[in-house]
């Protein structure tokens, strides 16, 4: 049949609904890594500022006591009144004389003094509590035992990362053989899990070293590129400057996400048809010519199913969140089991669904040819 969006997500939602056996064994099995990673991680003296809840950043510290008791400031009193000086009268009989009014003006009139209403003292003196120098210098101590642990144990940090990712490459190869096994109509059993994943360890392995290198050298070249736009700041109008910004990031994320689509197949190419890394590389090129869009779209409709069931997930554990006591810990503890079968019952409809879809590609392709 030729593949299309509605079959493939069909088939996804198909197949994690056969794959209860996968899906516990996936839980067991990260259960079982994750906990000696737990420990060995403990074992180092982790600080209990890391494994505790952060504290609410600490506010300009509160008015504590009464302020300077204020000073009364008497208002000023109005100055009095000053009488205008008499004005000379001119000598009886004789007519007032215009020049003489022009040159001796009348005195402007006195204004009598505002009185500034009285300053108001401060409200209350700022000052630094011993309690607030105590919070403080346990802060100041729990950032020097947070970097002094990260500075002798990065080693054991390191480790236990590196041993989750390869488990994490062993388990995507064991889920793609079995769920290839369901594809194809053949018995699926857990054996095919540890099968699958040893066969397809080193192929992923390559593919993920290819995917680092190609994540740090996109990022070489970002740096370059915001250090080459720095060094035009104030040479060229910032308009420009503003517009070649915009137009790097948009073309960076387009590309990735059209990179993205293309290599959608890599990792599945890998484990479901045993190829090298850049063999599987070509492979899923191939099969994703043409499909864009569609590959884009499925993308999205998955992204949308999947993101919304956990939101919706998440929406119930909130409205359950308020209750207290014992009844507090087992809807917790539910609710935590509940989010991990979840997801992997999610990944499993994704990984199902990208499966169907390029073994649709793949047939039809060998059809046409």
């Known amino acids: 049949m030729p593949p299309g969006i509605v079959r493939s997500v069909q088939h996804g939602f198909a197949s994690a609904n056969r794959?209860?056996?996968?899906?516990?064994?996936?839980?067991?099995?990260?259960?079982?890594?994750?906990?000696?990673?737990?420990?060995?991680?403990?074992?180092?003296?982790?600080?209990?500022?890391?494994?505790?809840?952060?504290?609410?950043?600490?506010?300009?510290?509160?008015?504590?006591?009464?302020?300077?008791?204020p000073v009364p400031v008497e208002p000023a009193a109005p100055a009095p009144e000053q009488a205008p000086p008499p004005?000379?009268?001119?000598p009886a009989g004789n007519p007032?004389?215009?020049?003489?009014?022009?040159?001796?003006?009348?005195?402007?009139?006195?204004?009598?003094?505002?009185s500034s209403p009285p300053l108001e003292p401060d409200a209350a003196e700022y000052v630094i509590t011993p309690e607030l120098e105590r919070i403080q210098a346990q802060r100041r101590q729990a950032q020097e035992a947070e970097e002094a642990w990260?500075?002798?144990?990065?080693?054991?940090?390191?480790?236990?990362a590196?041993?989750?990712?390869?488990?994490?490459?062993?388990?995507?190869?064991?889920?793609?053989?079995?769920?290839?096994?369901?594809?194809?109509s053949q018995p699926a059993r857990l054996a095919l899990v540890w099968r699958a994943g040893t066969q397809a360890f080193g192929g992923l392995l390559g593919a993920?070293?290819?995917?680092?290198?190609?994540?740090?050298?996109?990022?070489?070249?970002?740096?370059?590129?915001?250090?080459?736009?720095?060094?035009?700041?104030?040479?060229?109008?910032d308009l420009l400057l503003d517009a070649l910004a915009l137009l790097v990031l948009v073309s960076l994320g387009v590309g990735v996400i059209w990179l993205s689509v293309r290599l959608v197949f890599w990792w599945v190419a890998i484990a479901a048809r045993r190829l090298g890394p850049l063999a599987a590389l070509r492979a899923s090129w191939r099969a994703s010519r043409g499909h864009w869009w569609r590959l884009l779209g499925l993308g999205a409709v998955l992204t949308v199913l999947l993101g919304g069931a956990q939101w919706a997930l998440a929406l119930v554990g909130a409205v359950l969140g308020g209750l207290s006591g014992a009844a507090g810990l087992v809807v917790g503890a539910l609710f935590g089991v509940?989010?991990?079968?979840?997801?992997?019952?999610?990944?499993?409809?994704?990984?199902?669904?990208?499966l169907r879809y390029f073994a649709d590609v793949t047939a039809a392709s060998m059809g046409g040819a």
Do not use: H, K
Not at 33 to 56: D, F, H, N
Not at 87 to 90: I, L, V
Not at 338 to 354: K, N, S
């Open 150 to 160: 990260v500075t002798r144990n990065w080693p054991v940090a390191l480790a236990c």
């Open 87 to 90: 004005t000379a009268s001119p």
């Open 338 to 354: 509940a989010q991990a079968v979840l997801g992997v019952y999610l990944g499993v409809v994704f990984t199902a669904a990208l």
């Open 96 to 114: 007032p004389d215009l020049f003489d009014q022009m040159a001796s003006p009348e005195p402007p009139a006195v204004l009598a003094p505002v």
């Open 208 to 237: 993920a070293l290819l995917s680092l290198a190609a994540g740090l050298a996109l990022l070489a070249g970002f740096v370059l590129v915001t250090w080459t736009l720095s060094l035009l700041a104030g040479r060229i109008p």
């Open 162 to 184: 590196v041993v989750l990712a390869a488990a994490g490459l062993w388990l995507y190869g064991g889920q793609v053989g079995y769920l290839s096994a369901l594809a194809a």
């Open 19 to 69: 794959s209860w056996p996968l899906i516990g064994f996936v839980l067991g099995f990260w259960l079982l890594i994750g906990l000696p990673v737990l420990l060995a991680v403990l074992a180092t003296g982790v600080p209990a500022s890391l494994l505790a809840p952060q504290e609410g950043v600490v506010e300009a510290p509160a008015p504590v006591g009464p302020g300077p008791a």
